[in-house]
């Protein structure tokens, strides 16, 4: 886990101080583990707010069978559940509540631009090579947002399959993209909630499958026209931004999936 400077700082004048200022300075909030995102309280059901959206956010990827986790700042069971999930996948205590061995890995895991360790920026970028986040249906803001969460439930979906790498071949793209590679006309590679999948120790069908678990409500693999060679995934039920209606989509008839 990183350690911020400052929080060094902090246990250093604790350790100088007398009794009673150290319990005041151990008891402040603690420092920012890294230059993203820090919570201050610990979150359970009931609770709402920026820190619960935040939180969520990174537990997307949790969400039950075919189901998703909404990013609405409530704290709900669907959200105690996936904090469950989560807890459970990194040996924690799975209590569903978000507490500070949570935050903890969750910093560990988080770098200071708020992708998680295992993707970037720039391997959800311009499919067609050119980068940047401009060019698609919404703001390059947006869609960048949303590329974010689509790292996240990567992360869980590479946990799930032990850890083996998963290699990025399109995420997003521009609308001048989309044509020139002959994507969907309203593609969900345009608004940043897609990514196409090839993985190294797992095979295409462990990737489809597991996915169904990990909060994709689009699932595209072996057996459908154009998928032979990766698996793509998606956030469709979740874009309200698009053309289609929220539902869930998956076919992968090679696997099972269908």
């Not at 559940?81 to 924690?92: C, H, I, P």
């Not at 998956?250 to 099972?256: E, K, L, Y």
Request: proline letters at 4%; aromatic letters at 8%.
């Amino acid at each position: 886990m990183r350690v911020h400077t400052l929080k060094r700082a902090v246990i250093a004048l604790a350790l100088a101080l007398p009794g009673a200022a150290i319990a005041t300075v151990v008891a402040a909030p603690a420092a920012h583990a890294d230059g993203c995102y820090t919570w201050q309280r610990t979150l359970s059901q009931g609770r709402s707010g920026e820190d619960v959206r935040q939180l969520q956010i990174r537990v997307a990827g949790w969400a039950a069978y075919r189901d998703i986790v909404r990013v609405d700042g409530s704290y709900g069971p669907e959200t105690a559940a996936a904090v469950k999930r989560f807890q459970s996948a990194y040996g924690l205590p799975a209590d569903g509540i978000a507490g500070s061995r949570t935050f903890a890995k969750i910093y560990e895991l988080q770098d200071n631009d708020c992708t998680p360790k295992h993707f970037s920026y720039s391997e959800l970028d311009n499919g067609c090579g050119r980068g940047g986040w401009s060019g698609g249906p919404l703001s390059s803001t947006a869609t960048r947002a949303n590329a974010v969460r689509t790292m996240w439930k990567l992360e869980a979906l590479r946990r799930s399959l032990g850890d083996k790498p998963l290699y990025v071949t399109s995420g997003f793209r521009s609308i001048a993209c989309n044509r020139q590679v002959g994507g969907a006309s309203d593609s969900q590679h345009l608004y940043g909630t897609a990514a196409d999948l090839v993985p190294r120790g797992s095979s295409l069908c462990q990737v489809a499958r597991t996915a169904r678990n990990r909060g994709f409500s689009g699932i595209y693999g072996p057996g459908y026209p154009g998928h032979s060679s990766h698996v793509h995934v998606d956030s469709r039920r979740e874009n309200n931004n698009d053309r289609s209606t929220n539902s869930t989509s998956w076919s992968a008839p090679n696997c099972g999936i269908g």
